[in-house]
């Protein structure tokens, strides 16, 4: 079973940048698309990118052109870099291996107006 441990949240204004980074276990990381998803109050775990093993990158509407998604194989980790952040994009963030149960913690952002 993967591990993952994520990072990188905090609180931030409207407009700012915050870079999440994920930190995987586990010598099959580099065959697994990774996602970044979020969950806030009260709503639903929602995705929000992912980045194929190739490193092809996927995005929902949302998230385009603002989030940077990326990974190194070599290190086992998957980054989020968020800019033009909104109060909508406060949240829990997660990484989450594709076709796996495994989660970590998350870690909050939070974006004030």
């Known amino acids: 079973q993967v591990q993952l441990v994520e990072s990188g949240g905090g609180l931030v204004q409207a407009g700012g940048s915050l870079r999440l980074s994920c930190a995987a276990s586990?010598?099959?990381?580099?065959?697994?698309?990774m996602g970044w998803f979020r969950q806030a109050p009260g709503k639903e775990r929602e995705w929000v990118a992912s980045?194929?093993?190739?490193?092809?990158?996927l995005y929902t509407e949302s998230a385009k052109g603002r989030f940077t998604i990326s990974r190194d194989n070599a290190k086992n980790t998957v980054t989020l870099q968020m800019g033009w952040l909104r109060p909508e994009d406060t949240a829990v963030y997660y990484c989450?291996?594709?076709?796996?149960?495994?989660w970590g913690r998350g870690t909050q952002v939070t974006v004030s107006s």
């Open positions: 980045v194929t093993s190739g490193g092809w990158p």
């Open positions: 989450h291996p594709s076709r796996t149960t495994a």
């Open positions: 586990g010598r099959t990381f580099s065959r697994y698309v």
